[in-house]
């Protein structure tokens, strides 16, 4: 497969953590009864830093088996890099209210970027057509809220919050559904392989 050593052929369970992760998340900031933007607006930063720390876990896996680290890697620290910057004031003269607008454009920046790269993985690295389309679908939703979040000043900021509880939903799904799917796939794999070399036992025990 065309697919090897590529971001996907990560550890199945790296992409349920992430989709686990997602979806509580965007549930509760879709979901919940707080409106203190201040607050929501940290939770992001707890959930960016948890996928982060998933990351890095994900690199280790993959450093072990020598596998190509630039992508996880590169991941981990973006999401690091939101982790802090939303979660700590890197200017004390400014008040969380008046760095709001600053975090929420951060985010629409943050959804963009990563459902570009998320539908250009979904062309590049897939050779399934069912794996490919819910990543190129799940990237192109992205790209719709991003855009949303990007150029919709006039709505309330806890909207903006709600819109990218939206985006963690559907990330999360895609995340979980490729997971299980990609664990599936695996155990099909090895029965195969499995197969294969009990016949090879069976030919080699008639000769």
């Keep these: 497969m065309s697919t090897k050593r590529k971001y996907i052929e990560s550890h199945w369970g790296v992409f349920v953590l992430k ?3 997602s979806l509580v998340a965007g549930f509760y900031m879709m979901f919940t009864s707080r409106q203190d933007v201040d607050f929501l607006i940290q939770v992001v930063g707890w959930v960016m830093l948890a996928l982060a720390v998933i990351e890095v876990a994900n690199v280790v ?9 630039a992508f996880p890697l590169a991941l981990g620290i973006v999401e690091m890099i939101m982790s802090v910057a939303l979660l700590y004031t890197v200017r004390p003269d400014l008040s969380l209210s008046q760095l709001l607008p600053i975090r929420l454009t951060m985010l629409a920046v943050y959804v963009l970027a990563a459902s570009i790269i998320t539908i250009v993985m979904g062309f590049k690295s897939f050779d399934n057509l069912t794996d490919r389309f819910m990543w190129v679908v799940n990237g192109m939703l ?14 309330s900021d806890l909207a903006h919050i709600m819109l990218f509880g939206t985006y963690l939903l559907v990330n999360g799904l895609t995340d979980l559904f490729y997971g299980i799917h990609s664990k599936d796939e695996l155990g099909e794999l090895h029965a195969e392989k499995a197969a294969k070399h009990l016949t090879k036992k069976t030919k080699g025990a008639k000769k």
């Design 19 to 21: 989709g686990i992760v």
């Design 61 to 69: 896996y993959r450093k072990r088996r020598s596998h190509n680290l």
């Design 142 to 155: 992205g790209c719709i809220l991003g855009f949303v979040l990007f150029t919709s000043g006039n709505i």
